[in-house]
Protein backbone atom coordinates (compact mmCIF):
# COMPACT_ATOMS: atom_id res chain seq x y z
CA UNK A 1 0.00 0.00 0.00
CA UNK A 2 1.05 3.21 -1.17
CA UNK A 3 0.76 6.44 1.54
CA UNK A 4 0.97 9.89 -0.18
CA UNK A 5 3.80 11.38 1.54
CA UNK A 6 3.24 15.26 2.95
CA UNK A 7 5.62 17.64 3.55
CA UNK A 8 5.49 19.57 6.74
CA UNK A 9 4.12 22.90 5.25
CA UNK A 10 1.51 20.83 3.95
CA UNK A 11 0.35 19.66 6.87
CA UNK A 12 1.05 23.24 8.84
CA UNK A 13 -1.54 24.63 5.94
CA UNK A 14 -3.87 21.43 7.04
CA UNK A 15 -3.81 22.19 10.91
CA UNK A 16 -4.29 25.97 9.73
CA UNK A 17 -6.92 25.00 7.75
CA UNK A 18 -8.80 22.78 10.58
CA UNK A 19 -8.18 24.84 13.62
CA UNK A 20 -10.29 27.57 11.52
CA UNK A 21 -12.99 25.39 11.21
CA UNK A 22 -13.10 24.82 14.61
CA UNK A 23 -13.47 28.70 15.38
CA UNK A 24 -16.03 28.82 12.63
CA UNK A 25 -18.02 26.16 14.23
CA UNK A 26 -17.55 27.40 18.02
CA UNK A 27 -18.18 30.62 16.13
CA UNK A 28 -21.84 29.05 14.84
CA UNK A 29 -22.55 27.75 18.14
CA UNK A 30 -22.51 30.77 19.87
CA UNK A 31 -24.37 32.51 17.07
CA UNK A 32 -27.27 29.45 17.64
CA UNK A 33 -27.76 29.81 21.03
CA UNK A 34 -27.90 33.79 20.78
CA UNK A 35 -30.44 32.74 18.29
CA UNK A 36 -32.77 29.95 20.63
CA UNK A 37 -32.01 32.99 23.65
CA UNK A 38 -33.58 35.69 21.05
CA UNK A 39 -36.32 32.67 20.50
CA UNK A 40 -36.93 32.45 24.00
CA UNK A 41 -37.65 36.53 24.72
CA UNK A 42 -40.20 36.72 21.49
CA UNK A 43 -42.33 34.22 23.20
CA UNK A 44 -41.60 35.56 26.40
CA UNK A 45 -42.28 39.66 24.98
CA UNK A 46 -45.92 37.51 22.93
CA UNK A 47 -47.06 36.26 26.21
CA UNK A 48 -46.71 39.67 27.85
CA UNK A 49 -48.41 41.39 24.96
CA UNK A 50 -51.23 38.72 25.65
CA UNK A 51 -51.65 39.87 28.73
CA UNK A 52 -51.65 43.27 28.32
CA UNK A 53 -54.58 42.92 25.70
CA UNK A 54 -56.19 41.17 28.07
CA UNK A 55 -55.81 43.76 30.58
CA UNK A 56 -56.31 46.47 28.22
CA UNK A 57 -59.67 44.58 27.27
CA UNK A 58 -61.05 44.44 30.85
CA UNK A 59 -59.86 47.73 31.71
CA UNK A 60 -61.92 48.96 28.81
CA UNK A 61 -64.83 47.23 30.35
CA UNK A 62 -64.35 48.52 33.39
CA UNK A 63 -64.12 51.84 32.08
CA UNK A 64 -67.51 51.43 29.79
CA UNK A 65 -69.29 50.51 33.19
CA UNK A 66 -67.94 53.36 34.96
CA UNK A 67 -68.76 55.52 32.18
CA UNK A 68 -72.40 53.88 32.33
CA UNK A 69 -72.92 54.99 35.80
CA UNK A 70 -71.82 57.98 35.30
CA UNK A 71 -74.44 58.53 32.51
CA UNK A 72 -77.30 57.62 34.56
CA UNK A 73 -76.20 59.55 37.31
CA UNK A 74 -76.25 63.13 34.85
CA UNK A 75 -79.39 61.88 33.80
CA UNK A 76 -80.94 61.62 36.80
CA UNK A 77 -79.95 64.44 38.11
CA UNK A 78 -81.07 66.70 34.89
CA UNK A 79 -84.19 65.09 35.80
CA UNK A 80 -84.33 66.36 39.11
CA UNK A 81 -83.66 69.46 38.22
CA UNK A 82 -86.25 69.65 35.48
CA UNK A 83 -88.77 68.73 38.31
CA UNK A 84 -87.71 71.25 40.15
CA UNK A 85 -87.61 73.89 37.91
CA UNK A 86 -91.63 72.84 36.52
CA UNK A 87 -92.19 73.09 40.56
CA UNK A 88 -90.59 76.42 41.05
CA UNK A 89 -92.52 77.83 37.53
CA UNK A 90 -95.63 76.18 39.01
CA UNK A 91 -95.31 78.33 42.17
CA UNK A 92 -94.51 81.53 40.54
CA UNK A 93 -97.58 80.81 38.18
CA UNK A 94 -99.71 80.53 41.66
CA UNK A 95 -97.93 83.74 43.43
CA UNK A 96 -98.56 86.15 40.07
CA UNK A 97 -101.72 86.33 40.19
CA UNK A 98 -101.59 87.07 43.80
CA UNK A 99 -104.74 84.86 44.60
CA UNK A 100 -104.56 80.96 44.39
CA UNK A 101 -107.01 79.56 42.22
CA UNK A 102 -107.89 76.50 44.88
CA UNK A 103 -107.54 76.24 48.24
CA UNK A 104 -104.19 74.17 48.81
CA UNK A 105 -102.83 74.76 45.33
CA UNK A 106 -99.54 76.37 46.56
CA UNK A 107 -99.26 72.91 48.99
CA UNK A 108 -100.04 71.02 45.69
CA UNK A 109 -97.69 72.71 43.77
CA UNK A 110 -94.78 72.44 46.56
CA UNK A 111 -95.43 68.23 46.37
CA UNK A 112 -96.93 68.79 49.86
CA UNK A 113 -99.98 67.39 51.47
CA UNK A 114 -102.93 69.28 52.62
CA UNK A 115 -103.14 67.28 55.60
CA UNK A 116 -101.54 68.73 58.71
CA UNK A 117 -98.19 67.07 59.82
CA UNK A 118 -98.82 65.05 63.05
CA UNK A 119 -95.93 63.91 64.44
CA UNK A 120 -96.65 59.88 65.35
CA UNK A 121 -93.14 57.36 65.73
CA UNK A 122 -93.75 56.15 62.80
CA UNK A 123 -91.89 58.73 60.46
CA UNK A 124 -88.98 58.22 62.71
CA UNK A 125 -89.08 54.54 62.02
CA UNK A 126 -89.57 54.62 58.49
CA UNK A 127 -86.47 57.40 58.35
CA UNK A 128 -84.52 54.92 60.11
CA UNK A 129 -85.35 52.02 57.38
CA UNK A 130 -84.84 54.38 54.89
CA UNK A 131 -81.59 54.98 55.91
CA UNK A 132 -80.81 51.23 56.52
CA UNK A 133 -82.02 50.50 53.13
CA UNK A 134 -79.63 53.24 51.53
CA UNK A 135 -76.88 52.02 53.45
CA UNK A 136 -77.48 48.54 52.17
CA UNK A 137 -77.78 49.39 48.71
CA UNK A 138 -74.06 51.42 49.05
CA UNK A 139 -72.66 48.52 50.89
CA UNK A 140 -74.41 46.37 47.53
CA UNK A 141 -72.95 49.06 45.26
CA UNK A 142 -69.19 49.33 47.07
CA UNK A 143 -69.09 45.14 46.98
CA UNK A 144 -69.96 44.68 43.12
CA UNK A 145 -68.03 47.76 42.04
CA UNK A 146 -64.88 45.71 44.07
CA UNK A 147 -65.87 42.94 42.71
CA UNK A 148 -65.69 44.45 39.17
CA UNK A 149 -62.09 46.24 39.60
CA UNK A 150 -60.92 42.67 40.84
CA UNK A 151 -62.38 40.80 38.42
CA UNK A 152 -59.50 39.21 35.97
CA UNK A 153 -62.44 38.16 32.73
CA UNK A 154 -64.26 40.66 30.48
CA UNK A 155 -66.59 37.97 31.61
CA UNK A 156 -66.48 38.62 35.24
CA UNK A 157 -65.33 42.64 34.90
CA UNK A 158 -69.50 42.34 32.66
CA UNK A 159 -71.26 40.57 35.62
CA UNK A 160 -70.26 42.32 38.31
CA UNK A 161 -70.41 45.76 36.77
CA UNK A 162 -73.78 44.85 35.39
CA UNK A 163 -75.00 44.58 38.89
CA UNK A 164 -72.72 47.46 39.94
CA UNK A 165 -75.04 49.78 37.41
CA UNK A 166 -78.41 48.17 38.63
CA UNK A 167 -77.78 49.31 42.56
CA UNK A 168 -76.38 52.48 41.10
CA UNK A 169 -79.95 53.14 39.62
CA UNK A 170 -81.85 52.20 42.23
CA UNK A 171 -79.26 54.56 44.71
CA UNK A 172 -80.12 56.94 42.06
CA UNK A 173 -83.97 56.13 41.61
CA UNK A 174 -84.53 55.37 45.52
CA UNK A 175 -82.35 58.08 47.49
CA UNK A 176 -81.44 60.82 45.40
Not at 27 to 55: C, F, W
Not at 79 to 104: I, N
Not at 123 to 131: D, F, G, M, V
Not at 151 to 173: F, H, P, Q, R
Request: hydrophobic share 35%.
Amino acid sequence: MNIPQTNDAELAIAMAKIKNLNNRIHELEQVKSQVDSLKTMIKGLQVIQAELGRRIAVNEERQTVRQEMLFDGIKRIAEDVQHVKDRMQSLEAVGKDGTESAPGSAKKALGLSETPNVKSPGPAKAANRTSENRKNFERALEHHVDEMNAAETITDVKKSGKLAVKYSNELLKNYL
